[in-house]
Nanobody
Framework: QVQLVESGGGSVQTGGSLRLSCAASGYDFNAYQSSYCMGWFRQVPGKEREGVAAVSAGKHQTYYSDSVKGRFTISRDRAKKMSYLQMDNLKPEDTAIYYC??????????????????????WGQGVQVTVSS
């Protein structure tokens, strides 16, 4: 089993920055960390979940939605078993609950890289980000 715990959410004004963190743990993640892809998704109540950013398992290739490209940066630290989402120049439309996701299957990671997390195996509990104008 794998556990993902997000932190770093909060409230900021337009143009501000936040850094979200995702701490991963569990036997399977510890044993096969290099095989895990990770991603960040967000959801506004009443709307569909949206993929924001993802990082691949091996070469740490990154993927971004058009809505955040140039403003958000995803990274991971294998030694700390962490994934980060640096969010700069935040806009009110970035307001949402942000979720961290991970998988190590080819099928799941294909979806994560495509910013479609429907098949991702593991999810965090989510953290609120609110951007005021």
């Amino acid at each position: 089993q794998v556990q993902l715990v997000e932190s770093g959410g909060g409230s900021v004004q337009t143009g501000g920055s936040l850094r979200l963190s995702c701490a991963a743990s569990g036997y399977d993640f510890n044993a096969y960390q290099s095989s895990y892809c990770m991603g960040w998704f967000r959801q506004v109540p009443g709307k569909e979940r949206e993929g924001v950013a993802a990082v691949s398992a091996g070469k740490h290739q990154t993927y971004y939605s058009d809505s955040v490209k140039g403003r958000f940066t995803i990274s991971r630290d294998r030694a700390k078993k962490m994934s980060y989402l640096q969010m700069d120049n935040l806009k009110p439309e970035d307001t949402a609950i942000y979720y961290c996701a991970a998988d190590r299957t080819a099928f799941g990671c294909q979806g994560v890289r495509a910013l479609d997390g429907r098949n991702a195996a593991y999810w965090g509990q989510g953290v609120q980000v609110t951007v005021s104008s």
